[in-house]
């Protein structure tokens, strides 16, 4: 009994992102539909913004989803629906935006992250490379004895 209750809950678990599209936003047709779902599933949801509109349950990514349904049956291509929520929403609706001068920061941030931190570990292993402290006077080195309880002979 155990062992099904567990199957049971497993299934709901991994099958969470499979609610988000509601059975009143299927569309009769499986092709128009199968469209709907390739063009949703390359949409960020603006309010998780790390998920596509398909997989998110936001009401946002719902009216997103229907606006993409009805664009569909009004007969636009999957490039004049995307072109429409690009217009709309700007590049940030696309999961991968496309590599234009407005996107270049966000293209090319990942890499001077990574040259600036390459650069503060070398600074940080050239500033251990300096020479060595200098030594103790006479003076500082009977007073770091006296201070640590070594008593001079």
């Not at 599209?21 to 299927?26: H, N, R």
């Not at 709907?36 to 790390?50: D, E, G, K, P």
Request: net charge neutral; glycine share 4%.
């Amino acid at each position: 009994m155990k062992a099904k209750i567990f199957a049971v809950l497993a299934i709901l678990a991994l099958s969470g992102p499979a609610w988000s599209v509601q059975p009143d936003e299927v569309l009769p047709d499986a092709k128009l539909e199968q469209r709907a779902r390739t063009i949703s599933a390359n949409l960020r949801c603006l309010v998780c913004q790390n998920q596509s509109i398909d997989d998110s349950d936001a009401s946002l990514a719902k009216d997103l989803r229907v606006l993409v349904r009805d664009r569909l049956k009004a007969g636009d291509s999957d490039q004049q629906v995307k072109d429409f929520l690009v217009a709309r929403y700007g590049n940030f609706i696309l999961l991968k935006p496309p590599f234009e001068w407005d996107t270049l920061l966000l293209w090319l941030s990942p890499f001077a992250i990574l040259a600036l931190g390459a650069a503060a570990v070398l600074a940080g292993r050239r500033k251990g490379e300096d020479k060595p402290a200098a030594p103790l006077s006479d003076e500082e080195e009977n007073r770091l004895k006296n201070l640590l309880g070594d008593k001079q002979s």
